[in-house]
């Protein structure tokens, strides 16, 4: 089956540093991507991650094994506004790239 | 500006009234999909398009309809709504950049069917 597993719920203070995991069983994989995604919003592409390593954009930093079918989304410097969900989702790679989303991780902020 | 435009943002409807979901892009892209997001659950897809004329299933079509008459448009149809399809339901469209092309999604639609 498809399974992408990721905490339902964290709280981390402003100013801090936050990692939030994700881990998949798939049968496929082409590419991870996070996105974020304000309460009642749409969600916004935030990284792409398809070999393994860090990649680094600003405050955010995406993180990615195969091996072990796992990621992480690395939060820096946390400001008010990173309040949010966070969302993984995994890429088919087969027929049309289709993506498997995860339930989110919705993090909380507190000053 | 580059977008996806869902209209309407709210809708409240009774069962069994069919009502349409709008959605339209200008970017030009190819691919077009639905999704409805419910707490608790990932975002699952209803149906996509890969081009004009050509939709398939994702996984989660029963009681919805779609059409891709034009490559700008793709709205969501809903038959006769039941109180089950209560939710957030999003449009989305990627270019064809690659496979690291990322989806831009509209603002979203939340229905609630009484």
């Known amino acids: 089956g498809q399974n992408i597993d990721q905490p339902t719920e964290m709280t981390a203070t402003e100013g801090a540093i936050v990692q939030i995991n994700c881990t998949y069983q798939t049968s496929g994989f082409n590419g991870l991507f996070w996105y974020q995604q304000h309460a009642g919003e749409a969600p916004t592409f935030l990284s792409y991650?398809?070999l393994d390593g860090l990649e680094e954009k600003g405050r955010f930093s995406s993180f990615l094994s195969r091996s072990k079918g796992y990621s992480y989304l690395l939060l820096k410097e946390l400001q008010m506004k990173d309040s949010a969900s966070y969302l993984c989702a995994v890429r088919s790679p087969w027929g049309n790239y289709q993506l498997i989303w995860g339930a989110g991780t919705k993090l909380i902020i507190k000053p | 500006e580059a977008q996806v435009t869902q209209n309407p943002r709210y809708l409240i409807t009774v069962t069994g009234k069919k009502l349409t979901v709008t959605c339209s892009q200008n970017?030009?892209?190819?691919?077009m999909s639905w999704y409805r997001q419910d707490p608790g659950l990932g975002l699952r897809q209803i149906y996509y398009?890969?081009?004009?004329?050509?939709?398939d299933k994702g996984d989660v079509p029963e009681g919805y309809k779609v059409s891709r008459k034009e490559k700008r448009n793709f709205p969501l149809i809903l038959e006769s709504p039941s109180p089950n399809q209560t939710s957030l339901y999003f449009c989305?469209?990627?270019?064809?950049?690659?496979?690291?092309?990322?989806?831009?999604f509209g603002n979203g639609t939340r229905l609630t069917v009484t």
């Open positions: 398009s890969m081009n004009v004329e050509v939709t």
């Open positions: 970017m030009n892209h190819e691919y």
């Open positions: 991650n398809v």
């Open positions: 989305a469209s990627r270019g064809t950049g690659g496979t690291n092309s990322p989806l831009h």
